[in-house]
């Protein structure tokens, strides 16, 4: 295992040399049938389940994601796996007015930016990446600066899972430079993010002020429990108690506040406390 690493940091400079790849790359992949790019999509799945040891060993030093219970590699195979072999909509017919056949016809966008978090860096690069190479659009993906490991070790089988050069790029870097170049590029059509209120903010702004591209968002914000005095207080205590302590704690849907009816506050308190102790370094 690696007990320390360097990463590239991306500049806007490496941001344009990846856009230009994806564009360059998009008329001959959208062209291709959606059994044709399903191929590469499922020898990725292929690989990652075979490195699912490696790959939760790099989380854990990056960004302190338990091995015990890592269930990322998997996730990120079925989405590989799914939209390799599920092909891609090709839109609608309705017969809804009469004396009239509407359809609609989908179509990719283009050169697609994703930027991911850092809590679950797998997880986001399979959801992210594997619909959108499915339905023919290339990607430029940039990791977060605090877990770029992951998606570094995957990206390093693109080429051998048998995608063309630049239908997905990868790169590491600090949002406010390449997240900043990536969401005012003028060749990005759609920016997918998941992260803060605030960086999304940022983000809807600069594509805007750009090409107005399309944004595609899923912000953080943790919410609140609420406990009655006719809960399952067992039950309220599990549910709880792991929504706080999944993955350490680093999770955007995690209840960081507990809110308990008066009647059972004492109750509840001991069984959370009592659920919370008996937690070790290392699992989920």
Known sequence: MLTCSTVAEASVDDVNSAVSAAEAAFPAWSALSPIERGKPLKKLAEKITAGTSELAELDALSMGRPVGGYFDATYAAVHFNYFGEAGYAQGHTSLNTPGFLNMSLRQPFGVVGIIIPWNAPLVFFSKKIAPAVAAGNTVVLKSSEKAPLTSWKVAQWIEECGFPPGVINVLSGHGQISGNAMSMHMKIRVISFTGSTNTGRAIQIASAKSNLKKVVFELG????????????????????????MFNSGQTCMANSRIYVQEGIKDKFTEAFKKASSVRKLGGM
């Not at 914000?221 to 706080?244: L, R």
């Open 221 to 244: 914000g943790k919410g609140p429990a609420i406990i009655f005095d006719d809960a399952d207080i067992d039950a309220a205590v599990a549910a709880t108690e792991f929504s706080i």
